[in-house]
């Protein structure tokens, strides 16, 4: 049973560049979540995605979007990369039931020059 | 405002000794509290969750928890440390209507032979 799965592993781009990144998540997971992760300091919720809409949404600016599709896997894309856009971004998911734990994937690390 | 504190940077421990990291939260309502495990260039690993009934809580890898509602707290344990359990650890918090995981700034675990 394949756990939660992101791509690619590394990444660099330069400010002013767009990314992408994808995740997919664990075998019978409906939901996603990202978060980013800046060197030294603990996870920040980014957005949630369920039933391909984003459900919530924590402090980015809209330069960070994200899209589900219907095999409910997730894309994150941020546009007009900044310096401090480095970090590494986890994607997590989670069964239906609201108790339920977030699983994370291994995380792309970005680096923006 | 929802907030995690996590007070030791670093916790450094004998290997076959017990030990402790600590946690400390702030959120309204019944808390849903984690602890997640990172290893370098890692994603974040599942040990342990407190959604309701018992306090004490037992995760893998033989650690545990316990719930203390009155300190708000939820602080780490093991019985006997391994050089292994040598990692990053985060509390993590959220409340129960939203996916939304707070995280504290994590302690660095070390294990010495």
Not at chain 1, 54 to 61: A, L, S, W, Y
Not at chain 2, 36 to 43: A, D, I, T
């Amino acid at each position: 049973d394949a756990g939660v799965t992101q791509s690619p592993t590394h990444l660099i781009k330069t400010r002013g560049q767009q990314v992408t990144l994808r995740c997919s998540p664990k075998s019978g997971h409906d939901t996603v979540s990202w978060y980013q992760q800046a060197l030294g300091q603990g996870p920040q919720f980014i957005f949630q995605y369920y039933e391909e809409e984003e459900r919530q949404r924590g402090n980015f600016p809209d330069r960070f979007s994200g899209h589900q599709f219907p095999n409910y896997s997730s894309e994150l894309n941020v546009n007009a990369l900044l310096l401090g856009d480095s970090a590494l971004y986890l994607c997590a998911s989670r069964s239906a039931g609201l108790t339920d734990t977030q699983y994370f994937g291994p995380g792309t690390r970005l680096t923006v020059l | 405002a929802q907030s995690v504190a996590q007070p030791e940077d670093q916790v450094n421990v004998a290997e076959g000794n017990p030990l402790t990291v600590k946690c400390t939260y702030s959120v309204s309502g019944n808390p849903y509290l984690f602890w997640y495990v990172q290893y370098p260039n890692r994603g974040l690993q599942f040990l342990l969750k407190y959604i309701t009934g018992d306090n004490l809580v037992k995760g893998s890898y033989g650690f545990e928890a316990e719930f203390n509602k009155s300190q708000t707290s939820f602080h780490l344990k093991k019985p006997s440390a391994l050089v292994s359990d040598s990692a990053l650890y985060f509390c993590a918090v959220r409340r129960y209507n939203t996916d939304k995981l707070i995280f504290g700034t994590g302690t660095r675990l070390q294990v010495f032979p």
